[in-house]
């Protein structure tokens, strides 16, 4: 399986700030995930970013929201954006493998506090 | 709209019992299905998947069971140790769609030593 890091591994920000979520993988990957969970709760696909094109939001998140850059196969950035109390939650990224079943696997997470 | 979801939200059972978390689909189209188990403070970690054309899958001291005629999709666990304990999610893949999961809402195993 691919090794994943994310950063910052946490932080607080204050309302109506910004914060830039790095995930780096140790391999070549097609297809990165970003989801978000928010307290308590399960996971929800936020979009997917392939590298070389503009990423795939899923319904309820938008790009002006939750910018999403994929420079190259190993490396990609989820911006939260004009951040709230409500965006508060752990932010993580996921890769698909290369096995037979394309199981994806995930970093670590971005705990995310607004105050 | 067409979910994932479980039955039990808290499972506690005995140290060295065996665990059984279950999952409820409603989507028979559905081709792919994983079971993740999340720790505190860390991201999901794959433990075992299985393909609509199976009916069963077998790792190490976890099975998963899936009944395409209910919809139904379950994960054995024997001998439950407490490193066991965390969150366990079953997720749908639907290849069709490009590889996006969606999750079910999780239980949380506790193990009582």
Redesign the interface.
């Known amino acids: 399986s691919a090794v994943i890091s994310q950063k910052p591994s946490r932080d607080i920000c204050q309302r109506g700030t910004s914060l830039t979520i790095q995930c780096q993988v140790d391999s070549q990957v097609t297809m990165m995930f970003w989801y978000r969970q928010q307290p308590g709760q399960s996971l929800t696909l936020i979009a997917t970013a392939n590298q070389g094109s503009e990423a795939t939001y899923e319904s309820g998140f938008v790009i002006d929201k939750f910018p999403i850059s994929r420079p190259n196969l190993t490396f990609s950035t989820l911006t939260v954006s004009n951040m709230s109390p409500e965006d508060s939650s752990i932010y993580l990224c996921s890769v698909e493998s290369r096995g037979p079943f394309n199981e994806q696997f995930f970093g670590p997470g971005t705990r995310l506090t607004v105050l | 709209g067409e979910s994932v979801g479980l039955h039990l939200p808290t499972l506690s059972v005995q140290e060295g019992d065996n665990s059984i978390i279950n999952c409820a689909y409603s989507n028979s189209a559905s081709d ?1 299905f ?1 079971w ?1 188990k999340q720790e505190s ?6 433990i075992i ?1 299985i ?1 609509s054309n199976m009916d069963k899958r077998q790792g190490q001291r976890v099975t998963v069971l899936l009944n395409k005629t209910v919809k139904h999709l379950s994960l054995q666990i024997a001998a439950t140790q407490p490193g066991d304990s965390a969150v366990y ?1 079953c997720a749908e ?1 639907r ?1 069709e769609y ?9 239980t949380i195993l506790r193990v009582k030593s």
């Not at chain 2, 403070?41 to 794959?46: D, H, M, R, T």
């Not at chain 2, 490009?98 to 999780?106: Q, R």
């Open positions: 792919y994983i993740y403070g860390k991201g999901p970690q794959f998947d393909r999610f893949n290849l490009g590889n996006k999961l969606v999750f079910g809402a999780g």
